[in-house]
DNA sequence: TTCCCTGGCGCG
DNA sequence: AAAGCGCGCCAGGGAA
């Protein structure tokens, strides 16, 4: 058994006509051996604490779920769909032919919510599976591994693939584990805000006096105030011609009926997105498991399905509670996304202006500007492509301060003016112009072009350019994050479990007696820990935002500063 | 009845 | 009614 000794590197996992077989691979891709697995759980353990490979699989939750749910995490992965949607598309690979003919690795995300489907279900949906036999599995893993030995920046997008994997990871552990949630204390901001809760179908008493309040002012008693054409034309009778029912241009009126209205819209969104269906359907055992969807965002962000989890409102951050003897670490980057810029481009001067706590208070020190709101928004309009109004005014004075990062945002949305892709620090790439679009660019440049045409063209080209300026912007700090993450996590699974800890049975037993994460959204962790290791905790997000500044930006003298709060509530107050 | 679009608003 | 990016979810309303 002369190669069974080599350590392997890979683990690639499939279904074979035995069930399913594990390859190991080394680190050069040549097979070491392989196995049918039985019992699959006891023999990743196994390994993982052996040798920790990279498992290689065709979606990490397909099979880290129930890894998780026995009890068992795995350090590192290669997720083959997610990956194949990076290299496929990436302008650092250079040929990427092969990938994109393999469209069966397109599929979506797996519905990790899925009960057993309908009949009506099976009717319609055929499946966008993906691909798990063990043939096709090793098949597209050395698709990727050619196309990741030929890319340009091959050593950015390395890292890109292992960070968005361990992402995935990161994302079936977040569900899994859940963020603590007080069912009671929710209820109880709920009944101050809304009145007790109504028989199913009711309207809480805040929300039906608001409404009373509101039908006074307009005269109108049995007007509905949840249709907005019927709304409006209420409105316009008694003098209020706002063109829409938006809290915003309301709010610019003043009439009687306004302020109630505003309460009336406060109250009714509350009880429809996060009111008692919510919690009653989304909160169990004491924890809120949301579906994340790594990559479902066209930048790499996340999205997420279900539970609107990146959509919480403030204010009901005070039902996110830490178990008894634990605590919440919440973590969050301040002024992420011009920071990132700032070590993109190379502009020392924005550099310079965010060392420090406060990149804005930089900006009004160095003089740019005059005030920190100003520094803010002007900041915001630039990444935006903002033309017009306060930002797009405020716009220029920046452009002088920092040509540099100027240029990388504004040489971005050119190129997607013209049809062009952009790329992030470390290659994920814009989609190109939809077919309509070019199209429309055609069309424009006819000799019996209209008017309208190219209106219409100009139009949608800088729709794009803005799309594309804000996209290596919020792709290269989506990058970030997920490095950030991914060290972080590394750092909290070293931390030693904490004996006379509870062992938190409600995180599931992969988690018990040591910090683990629990919420994340976008530049924003919250780690649920036991009371005696918050403060490693905190130090350990704090690290981690170090090391992901080095991977994406080696030496560039920037820090990514935290603000960390170490409380039993999330509530920032 | 179901499906899709729109307006509106929550988050970064 | 946003100006200025990226999302998900809900309710209403009209089309199918």
């Not at 049918?36 to 099979?63: F, G, H, K, M, Q």
């Not at 179908?201 to 608001?210: I, Q, S």
């Not at 306004?258 to 009336?264: D, G, K, N, S, T």
Request: with cysteine.
């Amino acid at each position: 058994m002369a190669g069974t000794d080599r350590t392997p590197t890979w683990v690639v996992v499939g279904r074979t006509a035995d069930g399913t077989t594990a390859v190991r691979l080394d680190d050069a891709g040549a097979e070491i051996d392989r196995r049918t697995i039985a019992d699959l759980t006891a023999w990743v353990a196994e390994v993982e604490s052996t040798a920790a490979p990279r498992w290689v699989w065709n979606d990490t939750p397909t099979w880290y779920d129930s890894l998780l749910v026995a009890g068992v995490r795995v350090a590192r992965c290669h997720d083959l769909r997610l990956s194949h949607a990076i290299l496929r598309d990436s302008a650092s690979v250079t040929d990427a032919t092969a990938l994109r003919a393999a469209h069966a690795w397109d599929a979506a995300a797996s519905d990790v919510t899925d009960v057993a489907p309908t009949l009506f279900d099976l009717d319609k949906t055929p499946g966008s599976a993906l691909p798990d036999s063990l043939e096709d599995v090793l098949a597209e893993f050395h698709r990727q591994r050619t196309a990741l030995d030929g890319a340009q920046d091959r050593g950015r997008l390395r890292l890109l693939i292992a960070a968005e994997s361990a992402g995935a990871l990161v994302a079936a552990e977040l569900r899994a584990a859940g963020l603590p949630w007080d069912a009671a204390a929710h209820d109880a901001l709920l009944t101050e805000m809304l009145g007790p809760q109504p028989a199913p179908g009711g309207v809480p008493r805040e929300l039906e006096r608001a409404a009373t309040r509101v039908r006074d002012a307009l005269g109108d008693p049995g007007v509905s105030l949840d249709s907005q054409p019927k709304l409006l034309r209420a409105l316009h009778r008694v003098g209020v011609l706002a063109q829409s029912t938006s809290k915003w241009e309301l709010s610019e009126y003043d009439h009687p009926a306004i302020a109630p209205l505003l309460e009336y819209k406060r109250l009714a969104r509350l009880m429809s997105a996060n009111g008692w269906g919510w919690l009653g359907e989304w909160v169990h055992d004491g924890r809120f498991r949301p579906v994340y969807v790594p990559g479902g965002v066209v930048t790499g962000r996340w999205a997420s399905s279900g539970g609107g989890a990146l959509q919480l409102p403030r204010q009901l951050r005070d039902a996110v509670r830490a178990d008894p003897g634990w605590v919440l670490v919440v973590a969050d980057v301040a002024q992420l996304e011009p920071r990132v810029l700032a070590a993109m481009a190379g502009d020392t001067a924005l550099a310079d202006a965010a060392r420090g706590r406060d990149l804005y208070a930089g900006i009004v020190d160095r003089g740019t500007l005059q005030t920190r709101a100003e520094a803010k928004i002007a900041m915001l309009g630039a990444m935006y492509g903002a033309t017009t109004g306060d930002s797009g005014r405020l716009v220029p004075a920046l452009r002088r301060s920092f040509p540099r990062a100027m240029a990388l945002v504004d040489e971005a949305a050119r190129i997607g003016e013209d049809g062009g892709i952009v790329t992030t620090r470390l290659g994920r790439t814009s989609p190109p112009p939809s077919p309509q679009w070019r199209a429309a660019q055609a069309r424009a440049g006819e000799p019996d072009a209209t008017e309208a045409d190219e209106t219409r063209a100009r139009r949608w080209a800088r729709d794009r350019g803005r799309f594309t300026r804000n996209f290596v912007v919020q792709g290269t700090a989506a990058e970030w994050a997920l490095a950030w993450l991914a060290d972080l996590r590394g750092r909290l699974a070293a931390l030693p479990p904490v004996p006379e800890a509870d062992a938190a049975p409600r995180s599931g037993p992969a988690f018990g007696r040591r910090a683990h994460l629990a919420f994340f959204l976008h530049d924003e962790v919250i780690i649920h820990a036991p009371a005696a290791q918050a403060d490693a905790a905190a130090r350990a997000a704090a690290d981690a935002a170090q090391t992901a500044a080095r991977l994406l930006f080696g030496a560039f003298p920037l820090d990514f500063p935290l603000d960390v709060r170490i409380a039993a509530t999330a509530q920032k107050d």
